[in-house]
């Protein structure tokens, strides 16, 4: 843990060493006063939420809540929470997941990908800095069907090493993207080709497996989708990446109020397909209207069940089906409260069904 004297982001104050678990450290100020922040220099931890406030006076010091209350008395609160809502869904730069139309080289589909960090607005003015792929984040979309032979190319235009993983994807060993076990490095200014015929349907994703705690997080990573022939579809079918780390807590690239609405008619289905690549756990709430849980890392349940919840962990894949039974606005975002809102008003992990 760190305390940076000098400003809200600089770390020029004084740490502690790393804290093993179970364990404690002690963190020695010397004299300070003012507004500071705590926060844990882990990379990705802080953007993760791992910050905290410390207000310090002469006579004492206050906890974080009480930093909080003094920076936002209730009007203040009100009107920082109705005016985030006002502007949603607000319009920022770049869009992820975006669909990717393959070039076809004979009965090969090749998809072109290529990583190199971007400046990515999160929200509104909340401009960080991100690793993509193909200037996007989540990257592009990739969709193919059972029995397809694909070829994916990755361009590393970054300043470090590289590698692609397919994850949930049944591939041969050799395409398998782990750096040292499967395949060598894909080092900066570097091009690896993978190749395979696709075997298993379902919600997968790729991503990075190199420097992974950073690399995905910071968004190297895209839905790999595989449909099985004859597939009954939904009517809207929908990606909702779940990320967390060095570009906050984000549905397809982006926090509230920039989060982007899924519209809908009433009586019609929707299917939503929850892909989490971060590092923390993200239950999935809808408000006015049930979930009914159709598969599990591209498995499909024999007996789908109904959730009002649904928990979605690191690396997990979930697929729902939602009938738009409640016309309305309808609240939906991750059920642990700090992924979501604040007393600046809702941000991070917040979007809505609309149902005309």
């Given at each position: 843990m760190a305390f940076p004297t000098t400003s809200p982001s600089g770390g020029g104050g004084p740490q502690t060493p790393s804290i093993a678990p179970g364990k404690e450290a002690t963190l020695h100020l010397g004299k300070v006063e003012g507004n500071l922040t705590l926060f844990c220099t882990i990379p990705g931890h802080r953007d993760a939420g791992m910050q905290s406030a410390l207000v310090v006076n002469q006579g004492g010091t206050h906890s974080p809540a009480t930093a909080a209350s003094q920076a936002h008395d209730p009007k203040a609160m009100d009107a920082s929470y109705m005016a985030g809502v006002k502007a949603f869904p607000a319009k920022t730069?770049?869009?992820?997941?975006?669909?990717m139309t393959p070039l076809m080289q004979g009965a090969v589909k090749v998809f072109d990908l290529t990583a190199e960090e971007i400046d990515w607005e999160v929200a509104p003015g909340e401009i960080k800095r991100g690793m993509a792929f193909n200037g996007m984040i989540p990257g592009p979309a990739i969709r193919a069907t059972v029995g397809d032979r694909v070829r994916i190319v990755l361009h590393n235009k970054l300043k470090e090493s590289t590698a692609l993983h397919f994850h949930g994807?049944?591939?041969?060993?050799?395409?398998?993207?782990?750096?040292g076990i499967t395949q060598p490095l894909v080092e900066p200014g570097q091009t690896f080709t993978y190749e395979f015929t696709l075997r298993?349907?379902?919600?997968?994703?790729y991503h990075s497996h190199m420097n992974a705690q950073m690399q995905v997080p910071a968004g190297l990573l895209g839905a790999f989708i595989i449909a099985a022939p004859g597939e009954v579809k939904a009517t809207h079918d929908e990606l909702m990446v779940l990320n967390d780390g060095p570009l906050g807590y984000t549905i397809n690239g982006k926090g509230f109020p920039a989060t982007q609405p899924i519209v809908v008619k009433q009586g019609e289905q929707l299917r939503v397909r929850y892909m989490n690549e971060g590092n923390q756990i993200h239950p999935m709430h809808l408000h006015g209207m049930v979930q009914t849980v159709v598969a599990l890392d591209g498995i499909p349940f024999p007996t789908p069940y109904q959730q009002d919840t649904v928990m979605v962990a690191p690396g997990q894949r979930v697929d729902v089906l939602i009938t738009a039974?409640?016309?309305?606005?309808?609240a939906y975002h991750c059920h642990i409260l700090t992924h979501?809102?604040?007393?600046?008003?809702?941000?991070?992990?917040?979007?809505?069904?609309?149902v005309n």
């Open positions: 730069k770049g869009m992820g997941n975006q669909p994807v049944i591939v041969p060993n050799d395409q398998d993207g782990v750096p298993n349907s379902g919600t997968h994703m039974t409640e016309k309305g606005v309808w979501a809102e604040g007393p600046q008003g809702m941000f991070g992990m917040v979007t809505a069904l609309i």
